[in-house]
Antibody, heavy 122, light 108 residues
Framework: QVQLVESGGGLVKPGGSLRLSCEAS????????MSWIRQAPGKGLEWVSY????????YYGDSVKGRFTISRDNAKNSLYLQMDSLRDEDTAVYYC???????????????WGQGTMVTVSS | SYVLTQPPSVSVAPGQTASITCGGD??????VHWYQQKPGQAPVLVIY???DRPAGIPERFSGSNSGNTATLTISRVEAGDEADYFC???????????FGTGTKVTVL
């Protein structure tokens, strides 16, 4: 079935780095726009980053620009988020989500992973 | 940056109608999407392009968008509809996705 599975979360000290992965299955990954979205404990949703189908266009939220890097490997059906210079305020559950033009258009996230928790603390 | 404002909470009795608003400057000129999130779960898309429903979403869920306000309407509310709801747009000027502040729907 259609599925996104995130991994790579954990505990990291401020200033440290972490790489998140998201493995897709059950659909044509290379045809979908992908994003990372996070949710701090007890808070709302915050979009983090976007990448187009070919991996040539990326956008970032203001709070992570210059520190986070999104990438994808269509041959491996995988999405990544390299997180550097981590701060306490980056603590959150990180979700990967797809936007499939053929299903719900280019701007709506119609499939989400279960999320991976990132905790930044000394 | 573009801001989407939602009421923090909405309470509704079973069988009644819940309306959740999402306010933004000229939001009617863009497409709005809505998500339902239950505790400990990932969000689920319930409305896209203002008023379209993904497969599997009940017809009780509907949406509208005009002027400065988009609205998600849940008719004949059930206990299982109790959740947080978020609106979302693509803000083309900043090339950012923006989520609303979220609304907790409580079924009395």
């Amino acid at each position: 079935q259609v599925q996104l599975v995130e991994s790579g979360g954990g505990l990291v000290k401020p200033g440290g780095s972490l790489r998140l992965s998201c493995e897709a299955s059950g659909f044509t990954f290379s045809a979908c726009y992908m994003s990372w979205i996070r949710q701090a404990p007890g808070k709302g949703l915050e979009w983090v980053s976007y990448i187009n189908t070919g991996g040539t266009t990326m956008y970032y939220g203001d709070s992570v620009k210059g520190r986070f890097t999104i990438s994808r490997d269509n041959a491996k059906n995988s999405l990544y988020l390299q997180m550097d210079s981590l701060r306490d305020e980056d603590t959150a559950v990180y979700y990967c989500a797809r936007a499939d033009v053929a299903v719900a258009g280019a701007d709506a996230f119609d499939v989400w992973g279960q999320g991976t928790m990132v905790t930044v603390s000394s | 940056s573009y801001v989407l404002t939602q009421p923090p909470s909405v309470s509704v009795a079973p069988g009644q109608t819940a309306s959740i608003t999402c306010g933004g400057d000229n939001i009617g000129s863009t497409s709005v999407h809505w998500y339902q999130q239950k505790p400990g779960q990932a969000p689920v898309l319930v409305i896209y392009y203002d008023s379209d429903r993904p497969a599997g979403i009940p017809e009780r869920f509907s949406g509208s968008n005009s002027g400065n306000t988009a609205t998600l309407t849940i008719s004949r509310v059930e206990a299982g509809d109790e959740a947080d709801y978020f609106c979302q747009v693509w803000e083309r000027n900043s090339r950012h996705y923006v989520f609303g502040t979220g609304t907790k729907v409580t079924v009395l």
